[in-house]
């Protein structure tokens, strides 16, 4: 099923998209739901980011160029990080590029919704907790990286994680591509086979830290090929089996 938030008639629903049409829905979507019988073309809303997370983790440099690079040894402590939730934005919406610097880099990625709650899962249970999967760009200002090695700033904009268009719940997250576009131009192209921390890893490592609840987004790394990216570029995340989400930059006003 594709779930999405959308906004009509003044107010946000919650809805399954099916050929181009939206059947809305009501109740927790972690839990239980209803139809409500009323449905909506997809062209006539607006769509918001499919979730509201609690936090937004994301896993840093967690791609190889080609299967053959992938190392034997997997770090023991793999570099996450937090993207705070007031930056989440949903396909449509504008990339705002902060004053005083002119680009922005962005980062095309697999996002895991979690589902249940986890802490301390085995592996080979990890995808048991997943709810979905969405499309999630996790817009860096490097700039704004602190000179002892402290992400947090530049990835902490308003607008800096986009995430969309729907949440995806049938999907195979080892065969799918994760792709970008740059003004219509490919700029990402990979396969999730070359993520050097693989997802079940991923997920049951993060809940031996910290306990994880419906509705968290794990941002997965992002394929080589990302770049720098100014006002006015469009940037289309793609994943195919998902949609694609697509946001504009502006600068600050």
Not at 46 to 52: D, S
Request: proline letters at 6%; hydrophobic letters at 40%; charged letters at 20%.
């Amino acid at each position: 099923m594709k779930f999405v938030r959308f906004h009509v008639n003044h107010s946000e629903h919650i809805g399954i998209v099916e050929n181009e049409e939206i059947n809305e829905i009501q109740g927790n979507l972690f839990e239980q739901w209803t139809y409500t019988g009323d449905t909506y073309s997809i062209k006539e809303v607006k769509l918001l980011a499919p979730v509201q997370p609690n936090q937004v983790i994301g896993i840093g440099a967690n791609y190889v160029g080609n299967k053959a690079d992938l190392p034997n040894e997997l770090p023991e402590i793999p570099v996450f990080f937090f993207k705070p939730v007031s930056s989440v934005i949903g396909t449509g919406e504008e990339i705002v590029i902060p004053r005083d610097i002119h680009e922005v880099k962005f980062e095309s990625e697999l996002a895991v919704v979690i589902g249940k709650t986890a802490k301390n899962i085995e592996e080979n249970e990890a995808l048991d907790y997943v709810f979905g999967y969405t499309i999630g760009n996790d817009v860096t200002a490097p700039q704004y990286f602190h000179r002892d090695g402290h992400w947090t700033i530049g990835k902490s904009f308003d607008s800096f994680t986009p995430l969309g268009p729907v949440i995806e719940t049938e999907l195979d997250p080892a065969v799918v591509r994760v792709e970008a576009k740059v003004n219509g131009v490919e700029k990402q192209n990979s396969p999730t086979e070359y993520m050097i921390i693989p997802l079940k890893k991923m997920i049951a490592y993060l809940s031996t830290v910290m306990t994880l609840h419906p509705g968290d987004v794990i941002l997965t790394g992002s394929p080589l090929g990302a770049e720098l990216i100014q006002e006015n570029d469009t940037i289309e995340c793609v994943i195919h089996e998902i949609g694609t989400l697509r946001n504009t930059l502006v600068q600050a006003k």
